[in-house]
């Protein structure tokens, strides 16, 4: 049996194609190639003090490792040996800190 023109479907205004209800192109700029260039990424750069600084996060995440094991190691020391101990974890711990959190002041891309 054959399809007439009046037996074949028709979409309904519940079922057109999404390109109907697309909102209009707007204009290009006048030295735009073509409009996929408007949404290629670019190319990422990395900054070794930028926004993200990579360098300070490795830095100050080895300071901290530093610092636990030698706090662990200083209260060790103090409970086996049943005394007080100076906490000579300090000098690892403060001038380092200082620096580090004078680098991030120094780099952070907010500050005016």
Avoid: Y
């Avoid at 290009?28 to 990579?54: E, L």
């Avoid at 300090?90 to 580090?100: K, S, V």
């Amino acid at each position: 049996m054959a399809i007439t023109d009046e037996q074949t479907p028709h979409p309904s205004a519940d079922q057109q194609t999404p390109q109907a209800f697309a909102a209009p192109e707007a204009p290009r700029p006048a030295g735009d190639a073509s409009p996929a260039s408007r949404f290629a990424p670019r190319a990422a750069t990395v900054s070794w003090f930028g926004p993200d600084r990579p360098v300070l996060r490795f830095l100050t995440a080895a300071w901290l490792v530093v610092n636990m094991v030698n706090v662990t190691v200083w209260a060790a020391v103090c409970v086996t040996g049943l005394h007080w101990e100076s906490p000579w974890w300090l000098w690892t711990f403060a001038p380092p800190g200082a620096l580090l959190a004078g680098f991030w002041w120094l780099t952070d891309g907010k500050r005016s």
